[in-house]
């Protein structure tokens, strides 16, 4: 079991979720991707990670629930604990 390196963390947030980070810190990535319900951040994640070819630590990824103050619209929060060398 593995974790994400931060070009893989990265890339997954911007290219395949199509957001920006909103924290970049050594060993750690955090964002808020509007409009994606949990599962379909969940689903992207496994499909990404298995093109990939890795097994993900259990607890270095953690997809929450979050929403906008001004409506209904559904938002993921994504924090990501990247590799460290």
Same mark, same amino acid.
Do not use: C, W
């Given at each position: 079991m593995?974790?994400l390196?931060?070009t893989?963390?990265?890339?997954f947030?911007? &290219?395949?979720?199509?957001c920006?980070? !909103?924290?970049?810190q050594s060993g750690?990535?955090e964002?808020?991707?509007? $409009?994606?319900? =949990?599962d379909?951040?969940?689903l992207?994640?496994d499909?990404y990670?298995h093109? &990939? ?5 259990? !607890?270095?990824?953690?997809?929450t629930a ?5 409506? $209904?619209?559904? =938002?993921a929060r ?6 460290t060398?």
């Open positions: 593995t974790r390196s931060f893989e963390a990265a890339e947030v911007e &290219l395949v979720m199509d920006s980070l !909103d924290l970049e750690l990535i964002a808020y991707i509007i $409009d994606r319900s =949990v379909e951040v969940q992207a994640l499909a990670v093109g &990939l070819g890795i097994e993900l630590e259990p !607890d270095s990824v953690q997809v979050d929403h906008l103050d001004d409506g $209904d619209i559904p =938002v994504i924090v990501i604990k990247t590799e060398n």
